[in-house]
């Protein structure tokens, strides 16, 4: 378990567990991600994950920091650089943390840039080829 992370079975319940600014940036993020393209959300590894052919995305949010990341976000770091290479795939992550925020522009742009990647590309969670 994950410090600060929510238990949740539901995305409402997760949020539900939030409050001051972690509670904001979440629900910021999660209406930015909503509004750019029709994604599947889902709280899977304890946080919320958003499906489109495959992961596409996470937004979790800890005790000390919220995370905005991507599956293939190391092909989306020319339009946000605070995107971090880290962990399996191509996997990129974003740390928020009390007073920070990504812009619902930014936002849309990268939504719409890692869909349009998982569409191209095919499902980042399986060996391409």
């Known amino acids: 378990m994950i410090p600060g992370a929510p238990k949740a079975d539901t995305p409402d319940d997760y949020l539900a567990q939030l409050d001051g600014w972690r509670l904001a940036a979440v629900e910021a993020l999660r209406a ?58 191509e996997l990129a992550t974003m740390v928020l943390r009390a007073g920070e925020a990504v812009d619902s522009a930014r936002a849309t742009e990268l939504v719409r840039a890692a869909v349009a990647l998982n569409h191209e590309i095919g499902d980042p969670s399986k060996p391409s080829g």
């Open 32 to 89: 930015a991600v909503k509004a750019a393209a029709p994604l599947d959300e889902r709280i899977k590894w304890t946080h919320l994950v958003y499906f489109s052919n495959g992961p596409v995305l996470l937004i979790r949010a800890e005790a000390e920091r919220v995370l905005f990341g991507f599956w293939r976000g190391k092909r989306l770091r020319h339009i946000e650089p605070r995107l971090k290479p880290g962990g399996k795939f």
